[in-house]
């Protein structure tokens, strides 16, 4: 039986996750503002969760109607049967998003919302939920539009961002799905040279690593729809199973990570072998403006210091066009991908863009740009130019 679903994503990867999802089997693909609706039955569900690379969350869509108050939403929450999906020993939390409701406080709302979960609860068993706000075992969520409220029940769990390693993460650190979704974006695939010359943490390197030996990216942990009272185990375990048989050992793979500051080094080569693939990238401490190829071709992929990050104006100005030096001197042939917030660096790094994607990174707005260094063909234009 097919059921409505919906997965939020970063912002600017809808369309990839579409296509993603079309892969896993979804069907009624609808991609709209920060996520995108699919149907399928529950295998795809199971799917989506322990192989999207992109999506946030997969949402279980279990009502929707009209309101006008807060009492409204009470009646609609109170007639789910809350009781038959999970058990009264669950925790939950209640996640209340809206654009443009005309109801004041979303507190109330998600207040009233757990006291219908709580009260459908003590009418069917005589017992009610207990709340647990940190580490909740079932989430609900509610999205109010002007008149509209539509329920769901996340499958998830924890984001399906958070893979289940990564223990020495940095400060500000690139999602998973996104730096995954920049990676489609750049059109990498295995067996292609792929550089990170800033990689921090190492995001980039551990969800290439991941896709060049088919791991699906949920392997390292567990979700919210395992506790569900109608999880198909012999379906789960078929699907867990496949995805084990797919995932292929590691080995030295042409993925290679650098970073100015030793300490990133480090902290990346903790993630990586707390991922498993220790073996799999090579790292050195190098700087960027000195860094050799490792190949004649390959994709070059970084998140680099901005504003936002080390929040020193002259330095990142003296420093974009030594990028742009470094990319036209050495990097020919290679396709090269700068994701920033900083609106000065397509300004200052003297290179034409052949393409620019709008892109979030949580809350924050920023660009992928991409430079394709074909040998003798880019010139250098003036400072202000793009």
């Known amino acids: 039986m097919s059921e409505s679903f919906f997965s939020p994503c970063p912002r600017g990867l809808e369309p990839t996750l579409a296509e993603e999802l079309a892969t896993l089997g979804a069907t009624s693909i609808a991609p709209t503002h920060g996520g995108v609706g699919f149907s399928g039955d529950w295998r795809v569900c199971y799917r989506a969760n322990l192989e999207s690379r992109l999506a946030t969350r997969v949402m279980w869509r279990l009502a929707e109607g009209r309101y006008q108050s807060e009492e409204d939403i009470y009646r609609l929450a109170y007639g789910v049967t809350w009781a038959k999906w999970f058990t009264v020993d669950d925790t939950i939390r209640i996640h209340v998003t809206a654009k443009q409701s005309p109801l004041r406080s979303l507190e109330f709302i998600t207040l009233r919302i757990k006291d219908a979960v709580c009260d459908h609860f003590r009418t069917v068993t005589g017992k009610r939920p207990s709340v647990d706000t940190a580490n909740p075992a079932i989430r609900i969520h509610a999205f109010l539009t002007r008149d509209r409220v539509t329920l769901y029940l996340d499958t998830s769990g924890e984001p399906l961002y958070k893979r289940g390693f990564k223990p020495a993460a940095v400060e500000a650190p690139l999602k998973e799905n996104l730096a995954a979704g920049i990676l489609r974006l750049s059109g990498w695939q295995p067996g292609e040279a792929l550089l990170d010359p800033m990689c921090g943490s190492g995001t980039f390197l551990i969800e290439a690593a991941q896709i060049a030996l088919d791991i699906a990216p949920g392997l390292g942990r567990g979700f919210?729809?395992?506790?569900?009272?109608?999880?198909?185990?012999?379906?789960?375990?078929?699907?867990?199973?496949?995805?084990?048989?797919?995932?292929?050992?590691?080995?030295?793979?042409?993925?290679?990570?650098?970073?100015?500051?030793?300490?990133?080094?480090?902290?990346?080569?903790?993630?990586?072998?707390?991922?498993?693939?220790?073996?799999?990238?090579?790292?050195?401490?190098?700087?960027?403006?000195?860094?050799?190829?490792?190949?004649?071709?390959?994709?070059?992929?970084?998140?680099?210091?901005?504003?936002?990050?080390?929040?020193?104006?002259?330095?990142l100005a003296a420093l974009y066009p030594q990028f742009g030096d470094a990319l036209k001197q050495r990097w020919s042939g290679w396709r090269c991908y700068f994701l920033t917030a900083d609106p000065a660096l397509p300004k200052l790094i003297g290179l034409k863009a052949s393409k620019r994607t709008p892109l979030f990174n949580g809350a924050l707005e920023c660009r992928l740009f991409e430079y394709r260094m074909v040998a003798g063909s880019m010139r250098r234009k003036?400072?202000?130019g793009e």
Do not use: M
């Open 224 to 315: 919210a729809f395992e506790r569900f009272r109608h999880l198909d185990r012999a379906a789960w375990a078929s699907i867990r199973q496949a995805a084990e048989a797919r995932r292929q050992p590691p080995r030295q793979l042409k993925i290679y990570g650098s970073d100015i500051v030793g300490e990133q080094v480090r902290r990346a080569r903790v993630n990586l072998q707390s991922a498993g693939l220790g073996d799999c990238v090579v790292l050195d401490r190098a700087d960027f403006l000195k860094l050799e190829p490792p190949a004649e071709s390959g994709v070059l992929v970084t998140n680099p210091p901005y504003g936002v990050r080390i929040g020193e104006a002259e330095e």
């Open 382 to 384: 003036p400072a202000g």
